[in-house]
């Protein structure tokens, strides 16, 4: 950023580590008040040591209770830059690897930086592709129970005969089947995480075939609970921040109890907790859900986090940050 308005603010943190820490924005666009709660929060932290920036992270986020990440971490210099110029706090920890860009939403939680390297149409499928597979990493398996378990009548009768023959020997519950193989899809994937180079990756894959495939000629669980599990796993992986994306596979445990002791009403009731929760959290006083909670149709935030506006049309920054300095290009009226 070669901009003489950049700054870069430095503070020692822990009383032992004397941890070198840096916030960094441009001062005639970001928010005083977002910056003085930055630093405000940094200064009132008493801890002996900071390691990494993800322990900075817990400590200044606004519920540390909560399984969301109220703040974005990266490695890209790219999306810190991006981010700096849009009115955010950048916050650099000695030795980490990871940035801290506050405040997040689910809008930029849900970003990749190659979004904004490809042409529109192509990154607003992608952008509509993320949040289908959200929906795809929480409700297929609890669907699935709902449907087995309380409400066959809703399905048509040829589908509900093809259910019924393919769990004519499986001796469990559809719950208990549905938590058996995602259980066992976490200590895969797990498995792969922690054994580095191909062979990890090869152990995920063929595990997940092997035990797959075994368990559907033992009868412990039905095809149709396999082919469910492997597109929700495969969900998992379309979410750009890991963290966000294990909130959601933690979440989907949650799903799958309530339907498999209240049906679709189970289903409903996770939802609308879920949706309570996002809607209540914040990110340095910013709404989480922003910009759907407040939709941002002033300041033309959907056009950055539904979908992929074209650049000529991005002439401001987004609002959720409020900006000194809104307007990042001069308007074409005739565009």
Do not use: C
Request: glycine residues 8%.
């Amino acid at each position: 950023i070669r901009d003489t308005r950049l700054k870069i603010s430095p503070k020692s943190i822990g009383t032992r580590s004397k941890t070198d820490v840096v916030i960094m924005y441009i001062d005639d666009i970001v928010d005083k008040k977002l910056v003085d709660e930055v630093n405000k929060r940094i200064s009132d932290i008493d801890i002996d040591a900071i390691l990494d920036s993800s322990i900075l992270e817990i400590l200044i986020e606004d519920n540390y209770l909560s399984l969301f990440p109220q703040m974005e971490n990266t490695e890209r210099p790219d999306a810190v830059a991006a981010s700096i110029y849009e009115g955010r706090v950048a916050i650099v920890v000695d030795n980490s690897p990871f940035a801290i860009l506050v405040p997040a939403t689910i809008g930029t939680i849900m970003q990749s930086s190659e979004d904004h390297y490809t042409r529109w149409p192509e990154a607003t499928m992608i952008r509509l592709f993320r949040l289908i597979g959200a929906i795809l990493i929480l409700l297929p398996g609890p669907l699935y129970v709902a449907l087995t378990a309380f409400h066959p009548g809703l399905l048509p009768t040829k589908i509900t005969y093809f259910l019924g023959a393919s769990r004519i020997n499986v001796p469990f519950p559809a719950i208990l089947e549905g938590i058996l193989m995602d259980t066992t899809m976490e200590l895969l994937r797990e498995a792969g995480t922690r054994i580095s180079g191909p062979i990890g990756t090869t152990i995920g894959i063929v595990g997940g075939l092997v035990i797959g495939q075994a368990a559907v000629e033992a009868g412990i669980v039905s095809p149709l609970m396999i082919i469910i599990v492997a597109i929700s796993t495969v969900a998992t992986f379309v979410i750009p921040s890991y963290e966000f994306s294990a909130a959601l596979r933690v979440v989907k445990f949650g799903f799958y109890l309530l339907a498999g002791t209240l049906g679709l009403y189970g289903i409903t009731l996770a939802t609308i907790i879920l949706i309570s929760h996002l809607a209540k959290l914040n990110s340095f006083g910013i709404p989480f859900t922003s910009p759907y909670s407040g939709l941002g149709m002033e300041e033309g935030d959907l056009k950055e986090t539904l979908v992929k506006a074209p650049i000529q049309r991005l002439w401001l920054r987004p609002g959720f940050t409020h900006p000194k300095n809104k307007q990042r290009m001069r308007r074409d009226k005739k565009k």
